[in-house]
């Protein structure tokens, strides 16, 4: 059975669940690497937006909200529209939010190398090897001293360790990783290197979903 996606989002609206904590502390991520940010345009691309959750309301709040030109990415048009309808009323006429396959490269050909890139909700959904092949593109996604936010989940197998290795070979450093005990599972990464050209037509990844790669 196809999981409801759309559904899922209540966790959120839950204050003690452990959604509602990750999605706090990537909110409070984001905002400090936008007080980071240089002067001028900035851009963000969003892989498996969702609702938009993590990326709107901070645009909406922050002072450099609305030098940001972003893109989200969300399979589910249900979700889409609330992500849609949520940055029309905070007035963010720079954030554009699109139906399709998060995975395809081709999705954000004329926006990267960008400053912010979202691929929350995606490492706990994927195999291990869709996890490393997607942390070799966000070389691609990423510029130059732009920042990566990522989650997973801290249970076994742990694979946060193994994540920040991957991305420390394709040169980026670690800012903030959360502990095991924390389990919300928020990273977040700097690139440091040159963006690679983005291979054109390329599929990141599966999503395959954390109930069947747990209960194949």
Request: aromatic share 6%.
């Amino acid at each position: 059975m196809t999981k409801d996606w759309y559904a899922w989002h209540t966790d959120y609206d839950q204050p003690d669940s452990s959604l509602s904590r990750r999605l706090a502390e990537v909110r409070d991520r984001i905002a400090e690497a936008l007080d980071g940010a240089p002067p001028g345009p900035l851009r963000a691309i969003s892989l498996c937006a969702g609702q938009g959750r993590d990326l709107i309301p901070v645009l909406a709040d922050h002072p450099r909200g609305r030098d940001v030109t972003a893109r989200l990415v969300e399979l589910d048009p249900r979700n889409a529209e609330v992500a849609r309808r949520a940055a029309a009323e905070a007035g963010l006429t720079g954030v554009e939010v699109v139906v399709g396959d998060a995975a395809s490269t081709d999705r954000y050909a004329d926006l990267v190398p960008a400053d912010l890139v979202l691929v929350c909700g995606i490492f706990g959904n994927v195999t291990d090897a869709d996890i490393r092949a997607t942390v070799r593109h966000c070389a691609s996604l990423c510029a130059t001293g732009g920042t990566v936010f990522w989650t997973r989940h801290r249970g076994e197998p742990d694979l946060v360790p193994a994540i920040c290795d991957w991305f420390a070979e394709e040169g980026f450093t670690p800012v903030a990783v959360t502990s095991p005990a924390d389990r919300v599972g928020v990273g977040v990464h700097r690139f440091g290197g040159r963006p690679r050209p983005l291979e054109r037509g390329a599929a990141m990844f599966e999503f395959i979903g954390y109930d069947r790669l747990t209960h194949p």
